[in-house]
């Protein structure tokens, strides 16, 4: 995944149930995000979203859409229906990537600029932690159970796991050159942290924080370079 | 903000830490030569050229040390060229095992050879291809590309251009014939021809003040006229004589590129890929001005040793020389791939910016251009030609 890419999120269509789902996705140059029709691929809708839309997930029960517009330095929460924007979230300064607390609250968001996860309750709308990470955070991954947090640093070169109780960082799991996503498996009992100029995916046992294995790309005879 | 987020790390990570801990001292060592005021006053040198990009890689270096419990410090020098020498001395003296260097070769090699045992030295400045090859040392590692890995990055441009026909001009320094031997040296490797090269003679004299405009409208296309056929003009100059006079002077409708023009650099505050943006707005929240090359190359610098000292868990100068020239060495350095060293003279590898100075035209490596261990090592002298034997290693 290059760093223009978008990001994107799936939300099942409300209306008509047993339907296609609604795609959103978010558009980092564009200032937008565009609304695809899963079953068709088609273009339903596309909305303004802020400065520089990255980070963008949906609540559990379907009723909020979250885009942390990184140049304003906040999250934008829109109506998946109407597409209207119903307010907004305190982030913390240059927000990217972020992921929702399986309850749908709160929000952990990585601020790349400034070396923090920022936690803000979506309820209330306020600012609940500020903890310090490696430089450039980036992934936010979330274990099943809620309990584990996991942003990666893409310069730090870390996957940090983080006690959802506590805010605080309960180990730290050296892996290879700019981690970009972190993905817990359905199950919680394996973490994924892909390196995007390391070329690889480290497998890591989050009990332990140890690298279980390291899965490359490389094709026998051909110079990734 | 910086402040408070270094509190927190203290009070944030008790938790979690491993026992051993890497207490690294570096320090920064630029020499200030004397000289003319730069042609444009946007290339007016910053009193912290360097030593920002230094801090902000002490920074990140500290930031990343705080999960481990290794601590990053690091101590800036500037000093003329006739100080140099006992600067050097005195950072000897004051135990720095590890000196990021910014100056030029014959500043450079006699820090090497003064240097004790056990001593790393990192240049962050100086291209001469002289100290990759007979005049290397053991104990230097180059993050500055070589000049002829800058030639060949535009070189492999122009030439995937179909550009092949080239107006070299050169100045009259002796720098500016080296880099001009550079250019036909990546001419000759690429397949394009020097259709026709003259040298614009330093006289001396004022620059673009006064009637200087008017001056330099009438000269250059009287110097560039009646030149052969050519598809672009390729400028070495330097020592920043005349390279910026030539854009839309020159006789002929032709691109300008090299010293002017379209040029080959490390970094450019606009280059925005791979992440650069966030190094951008780390560094320009840091220093208050836009990255130079020599901020990124300092950074770099101190990045290799960060990363090195993360890896080894060893503060040690020659086990970070020796990690870093070893096969499992890499660093992230928002170029798209990772950057390594090549094993036998100490030259870190590393993709070339061509900047028009307002956005990042292409990367070299150009696409197509083949190599059987990297594409990175067709810029520059590759490890059969290399005239290097410090590294025990060489074709010779």
Avoid at chain 2, 1 to 7: G, H, Q
Avoid at chain 2, 115 to 134: F, H, V, W, Y
Wanted: glycine share 8%.
């Amino acid at each position: 995944m290059i760093r223009h890419a978008t990001a994107a999120v799936l939300l099942l269509g409300l209306a008509a149930p047993a339907q296609a789902y609604k795609v959103f996705v978010s558009n980092e140059r564009g200032n937008t995000v565009t609304v695809l029709d899963s079953d068709t691929w088609e273009v339903l809708a596309e909305f303004p979203a802020g400065n520089r839309p990255r980070g963008i997930t949906v609540a559990p029960d379907g009723s909020e859409l979250y885009v942390a517009s990184s140049d304003d330095d906040m999250i934008r929460v829109f109506d998946p229906n109407t597409y209207e924007e119903t307010h907004t979230l305190p982030s913390g300064p240059d927000p990217e990537l972020f992921v929702l607390h399986p309850s749908g609250n709160p929000l952990y968001i990585a601020n790349e600029d400034d070396n923090l996860v920022t936690v803000t309750d979506v309820k209330t709308g306020q600012i609940v932690g500020e903890i310090p990470v490696g430089v450039e955070p980036e992934g936010m991954g979330i274990s099943p159970d809620g309990k584990t947090l996991v942003n990666t640093s893409e310069t730090t070169n870390m996957a940090h796991f983080i006690d959802t109780e506590t805010f605080e960082i309960t180990q730290n799991t050296l892996v290879d050159q700019r981690p970009r996503v972190a993905q817990f498996t359905a199950d919680g009992k394996l973490l994924y942290v892909s390196s995007e100029i390391g070329g690889t995916v480290s497998v890591i046992d989050p009990a332990t924080g140890e690298v279980l294995h390291r899965i490359s790309f490389e094709i026998p005879g051909i110079n990734p370079s | 903000m910086l402040r408070r987020v270094a509190a927190l790390c203290a009070l944030g990570l008790a938790a979690a830490q491993p026992a051993s801990s890497a207490e690294v001292r570096a320090a920064v060592l630029r020499v200030d030569y004397p000289g003319l005021l730069p042609i444009s006053r946007l290339d007016l040198p910053p009193e912290d050229l360097g030593f920002a990009g230094a801090e902000l890689a002490t920074e990140d270096n500290a930031t990343t040390g705080g999960f481990l419990g290794d601590t990053y410090a690091v101590h800036d020098v500037a000093v003329a060229p006739e100080e140099a020498q006992a600067a050097f001395d005195q950072l000897v003296t004051e135990g720095y095992g590890i000196v990021v260097v910014l100056a030029h070769r014959d500043e450079v090699l006699a820090f090497a050879d003064s240097a004790p045992e056990g001593m790393l030295i990192l240049n962050a400045e100086a291209t001469d291809e002289s100290l990759r090859g007979e005049d290397c040392r053991a104990n230097v590692l180059h993050v500055a590309p070589s000049e002829r890995m800058l030639t060949d990055a535009l070189a492999q441009f122009l030439v995937w251009k179909r550009w092949e026909r080239w107006f070299l001009i050169h100045g009259s320094h002796p720098e500016d014939l080296a880099l001009a031997q550079a250019y036909e040296a990546s001419a000759e490797k690429f397949g394009a021809t020097i259709a026709e090269e003259r040298e614009f003679e330093d006289r001396g004299g004022a620059r673009v003040t006064d009637t200087g405009q008017a001056q330099v409208q009438q000269q250059i296309p009287l110097f560039t006229q009646d030149a052969r056929r050519h598809d672009v003009v390729v400028a070495a100059d330097a020592s920043d004589v005349f390279a910026a006079y030539l854009p839309f002077q020159t006789w002929d409708a032709r691109p300008v590129t090299g010293s002017a023009g379209l040029r080959p650099v490390t970094w450019h505050p606009a280059h925005e890929s791979w992440g650069a943006t966030q190094m951008q707005n780390r560094f320009e929240a840091l220093a208050h001005r836009p990255m130079r090359e020599e901020d990124y190359q300092a950074w770099l610098a101190l990045r290799v040793v960060g990363e090195a000292v993360t890896r080894t868990r060893s503060a040690d100068p020659q086990a970070i020389r020796d990690y870093a020239l070893g096969p499992d060495f890499e660093v992230g350095a928002f170029k798209g791939q990772p950057l390594t060293f090549r094993d036998w003279n100490g030259q870190l590898r590393q993709p070339i910016l061509l900047t028009d100075g307002r956005i990042t035209v292409s990367v070299s490596p150009q696409e197509g251009f083949l190599h059987p261990v990297s594409t990175l090592d067709t810029l520059g002298l590759d490890r059969p030609e290399s005239k290097c034997t410090a590294f025990g290693g060489g074709a010779e």
